[in-house]
Nanobody
């Protein structure tokens, strides 16, 4: 059974930084992808960063240059370091996981419960 548990959310002032973690347990795939998503009230869910087990990274334009995704495979944990935060970054942040397809996006079968980030 795969479980994803996010932590590290909170409140921060505009211009500040915040780090999120997502610890995952259970077997996902020998070639799994991990991703960070966010959803603000009244807005669609947005994929903002992704990372493959081999280290390839993806960033949405909205966070490129400000957010950094990383992983520690030994700890089964991925991280999202966020800097230069603005009120537009206020949202519930989720991590997700699935096996990486040969092409296209993963189906994201596994999700965490989310952690709130509020920027004022």
């Amino acid at each position: 059974q795969v479980q994803l548990v996010e932590s590290g959310g909170g409140s921060v002032q505009a211009g500040g930084s915040l780090g999120l973690s997502c610890a995952h347990s259970g077997y996902i795939s020998s070639r799994h992808c991990m991703g960070w998503f966010r959803q603000a009230p009244g807005k669609a869910r947005e994929g903002i960063a992704g990372i493959r087990r081999d280290g390839d990274e993806y960033y949405a334009d909205s966070v490129k240059g400000r957010f950094t995704i990383s992983q520690d495979n030994a700890k089964n944990t991925i991280y999202l370091q966020m800097s230069s935060l603005t009120p537009d970054d206020t949202a519930m942040y989720y991590c997700a996981a699935d096996s990486c397809p040969d092409s296209g996006d993963p189906e994201w079968s596994y999700w965490g419960q989310g952690t709130q980030v509020t920027v004022s």
